[in-house]
């Protein structure tokens, strides 16, 4: 451990972008606090239902970024080396700085947008053009293709990205699947952009003189027929039903997108199961180890349960089938897959994924034998902040099931703990990637980076360049073949003697040098005239 306990190399803070930083925190701070009072006073043609869903994506992504930023300047301040383990440029890779920058920066822009939102009427500006522009900034940042705006760090994520959503088609590493846990508690982001695409595709009003203004309405005239019904910006509309009077019918937003009408929604929740489900069937192919992988693809295949019967819970609900199944049927299955994976999950967590529960964890109770964060409390706090927020989805059931508070406002507020509970989960699952090899799949880069000085950093980023200088155990085999006498002095063939390897690299240098001088006298005396002698006598 204390091989790799050491901060990445040449990692220094810009003073531009600790200006920067705090430049953006402060507009985005002050544009969130003016919407959030702005909109108790702010009556919009469109429910506040749509507002969520429409805004809660990007909200979460920026929190997610800035906490990102806080995992990285925890590890970097505890020796724990995260860009070895995710196998990072050690010389371009972003600090904990830059992800401030880069969440700051888009949470101003999301402050702006939701600002502009919430004056709309006021100011005359289309109403739903301002999610649209939000949206777009953030996937033309992303798949921006020229050098600029941390290019190498976009690339490195968009190859993970692809990788993590075509699992069995890659070998899986460490970074693949960590980003595949990552989007488990994102689930809902992929939820609001599934919800976003459909909206702005069957819902929204793109023609006529209330384009981008409101969404398509209907309603049921007394004979049954159902019209569309084109609402304007007062919140009049006109009546469709002919010779009925106007004042009876109720205009109603369609509301399609948000149901489970298709089954999309429930599939789109389930994708980062799938990818850590087909990920761990992956990984036993690759090893043949049906411990930990597929015990690991059960744990996720229990969420694919307890979506399926939420799902059909609510669509049995929202259809009035309960004649045909009783309602209360999928309620207590779900309760029950529920339960068994909420107990799976954080058994896994505990044990698995953070390493702890040790039975030699020593005067470490409850832990493990080495840890490398300074105090133990924050180990036993985190383990029971992760209980709790594991079974969070109790309160979701019943304030859902009693109607005591409105869905989307609850799972609002669901979703952010959730972010929280893995910026937690990140903090122990590096360190104990950092420390034990269990999963047998992390990076390992062959020098020595032991303490080092200023012209020991200058050796090493030499040799990284080099082609053999620097690799990944995995691809060791695939990719020399082999240089056995390279690798043997920096190996040692006993395993059970523990020779320094930066004593093996000066002795290897020294008889380079040796064989050097005795090549060199050799040359200058000729073959020759090198008598037995002289030969003692060097």
């Known amino acids: 451990m204390k091989r790799l306990r050491v901060p990445p190399l040449g990692e220094t803070q810009n003073p531009l972008t600790t200006f920067r930083v705090g430049l953006f925190l402060g507009i985005a701070i002050v544009l969130i606090l003016i919407a959030v009072v702005a909109a108790f006073y702010v009556t919009l043609p469109i429910s506040w239902q749509h507002t969520i869903r429409l805004f ?6 920026i929190l997610f970024c800035f906490l990102i930023g806080g995992n990285t300047y925890g590890w970097r301040t505890s020796g724990v080396n995260h860009v070895l383990i995710f196998e990072l440029d050690p010389r371009h890779h972003l600090t904990y700085q830059q992800f401030l920058e880069v969440g700051g920066f888009f949470a101003v822009a999301w402050g702006i947008g939701m600002i502009l939102y919430l004056f709309s009427p006021i100011l005359g500006i289309p109403l739903l053009v301002h999610p649209l522009w939000i949206y777009g900034f953030m996937l033309v940042y992303l798949l921006n293709p020229f050098p600029v705006l941390h290019y190498r760090s976009r690339r490195w994520l968009l190859n993970v990205l692809f990788r993590m959503m075509t699992p069995p088609f890659h070998y899986v590493g460490f970074a693949d699947f960590w980003m595949a846990d990552q989007f488990n508690s994102l689930a809902i982001v992929l939820v609001d952009i599934q919800y976003f695409l459909c909206f702005y595709a069957s819902e929204v009003q793109w023609a006529g003189p209330n384009a981008l203004q409101g969404v398509k309405m209907e309603t049921v005239c007394s ?11 007062n919140g009049t509309f006109e009546n469709p039903c002919g010779d009925v009077n106007a004042t009876a019918i109720v205009c109603q937003a369609i509301n399609q997108c948000a149901s489970n009408q298709y089954a999309i929604r429930p599939i789109v929740t389930l994708l980062p199961a799938y990818w850590r489900f087909a990920q761990c069937w992956r990984r036993y192919r690759d090893t043949k180890h049906v411990f930990p992988h597929v015990v690991n693809a059960f744990k996720y295949s229990t969420s694919f349960l ?40 954080y058994t896994w967590d505990i044990k698995m994924d953070w390493g702890l529960l040790d039975r030699n964890a020593g005067e470490n109770r409850f832990l493990r034998e080495q840890t490398v964060y300074h105090y133990k409390w924050y180990y036993y706090l985190a383990m029971v902040e992760d209980l709790i927020l594991r079974f969070t989805w109790t ?7 009693t109607g005591f508070i409105d869905s989307e406002i609850l799972r609002t507020v669901m979703a952010v703990l959730e972010v929280i509970r893995r910026f937690i989960w990140n ?6 990637e950092h420390i034990n090899n269990c999963g047998q799949f992390r990076a390992v880069r062959d020098i020595s980076i032991t303490p080092i000085d200023h012209s020991d950093q200058v050796l090493l980023e030499k040799m990284m360049d080099e082609e053999d200088g620097v690799f990944n155990r995995r691809e060791k085999d695939a990719k020399r073949g082999l240089r056995k006498r390279d690798v043997k002095m920096w190996t040692d063939d006993d395993e059970d003697e523990q020779t320094d390897t930066w004593t093996v690299f000066k002795g290897g240098i020294s008889n380079w040098l040796q064989s050097r001088k005795l090549s060199n006298l050799s040359s200058r005396k000729g073959s020759s005239s090198l008598s037995m002698d002289h030969s003692k006598e060097i």
Not at 334 to 344: D, F, G, K
């Open 427 to 432: 903090f122990f699952r590096l360190e104990n």
């Open 223 to 233: 004979n049954g027929t159902v019209f569309q019904c084109q609402t304007s910006f």
């Open 395 to 401: 309160i979701t059931m019943s304030a859902t099931e």
């Open 306 to 345: 307890v979506v399926t019967f939420s799902a059909l819970n609510s669509w049995y609900k929202e259809h009035g089938k309960s004649d045909v199944i009783p309602e209360s049927l999928f309620l207590w299955f779900w309760l029950l897959a529920a339960i068994v994976s909420s107990c799976y999950t």
């Open 56 to 61: 809660r994506g990007p909200m979460l992504i």
